[in-house]
């Protein structure tokens, strides 16, 4: 066996979520607005890392109005804590 072989064979699955804020409402009412082109970012990131492993939840995590220099946040509150598996992860 090669050794690509062998590493794809051991490359463990890497399940990835997006999360994005914007520390103001303003714009987000638009069709497409700055929540929507972080995510994009974020996906396409994502998915350049394919080949070791990486994949996208389709789960949106975003926190539209809401500041950064504070944890009360909905999606810190009560989205994607609850949904981090006990296990180990890793945080980019």
């Given at each position: 066996m090669s050794s690509h072989a062998?590493?794809?064979k051991t490359r463990r699955l890497i399940r990835c979520a997006v999360y994005t804020r914007k520390s103001t409402e303003e714009g987000l009412d638009q069709e497409f607005n700055s929540l929507d082109a972080q995510r994009e970012a974020g996906?396409?990131?994502?998915?350049?890392?394919?080949?070791?492993?990486?994949?996208?939840?389709?789960?949106?995590?975003?926190?539209?109005?809401y500041t950064g220099a504070s944890l009360e946040r909905p999606i810190v509150l009560f989205g994607f804590v609850e949904r981090v598996p006990a296990r180990p992860a890793r945080w980019s």
């Open positions: 062998a590493k794809s996906q396409a990131y994502i998915k350049s890392q394919a080949h070791a492993g990486w994949t996208c939840l389709s789960d949106h995590y975003d926190d539209g109005g």
